[in-house]
């Protein structure tokens, strides 16, 4: 009993040292970048509308933080609707492919052709279709972004099934939404996770470019625009910061359901080890 209340008292600092052995080089790569950005600016007198040194930036940030958070409010409904819509499209498509799968073969390759329109192109498209004003437009181009990669990936994972686990199904006269929920979709759940980490982060650039083409005037692709135009660029640069933050946050909150939704699978105990 004695040993049992040590061991368990003494796991708690293992997994804090663990922790912090995947924190502490990522916080001494934050600071040493910033440091020689900071001095190397300083060094060779980089002019502002070259690059800001990181504290002018940062004095930036907070003279201007309520202005840039609540745009950076407006970009993220537009990136969370683009999503939604996006993921939602690319997961009922390959459902039905994986229902049909010899027309998986062309309609991927038709989604990999259409999916390399620029984003250039299509944001003054989706703005002259619904508005420029409109949030629609923003998530409309989120959207696509985020649909290829969440089609084409949760195809593979729908598809990639065990020979052996589809004619054990199919021995128990299963039905055919019967093997998608209890077979396919739990098969695919990692590749969707994955294509969810890179369509996350495409949903914020996709709003954030096309908001450059127009949007709402409390947009954050709007801010970084504007005063970059007028020229503020250490602004700029903290909308630009920011911009980047939600998409790491992004990045993280899809990491996070990860976790919780799918703690059996393989590759998170192997990060855990």
Known sequence: MAVT???????????????????LPI??????????????????DVPSFILPTPTAIL??????????????????????????????GGVAVALVLSRFPSMSGPVLTVAVIVNCAPIVALAPIFNNWFGVTSLVSKAGVAAVMVFFPVLVNTTRGL?????????LMQSLAAKPRHVALMLRLPNALPFLFNALKLGSTLAVIGVIVTEYFGGPSNALGVYIAYQAALPRFEYAWAGILVASALGLAMFGIVSLLERLLMPWHASLHDENA
């Open 5 to 23: 209340q040590a061991v368990t008292q003494a796991a708690p600092p293992s997994a804090l040292r663990t922790q912090l052995g995947r924190i």
């Open 159 to 167: 598809l990639q099934v065990s020979p052996l686990h589809l004619e």
């Open 59 to 88: 004095s930036a940030f907070a003279s201007q933080f309520t202005t840039i958070m609540s745009a950076s409010r407006i970009t993220v409904e537009a990136v969370l609707l683009g999503l939604l819509m996006g993921v939602a």
């Open 27 to 44: 916080a001494v790569t934050a600071v040493v970048i910033l440091g020689v950005w900071q001095l190397a600016i300083v060094a060779f």
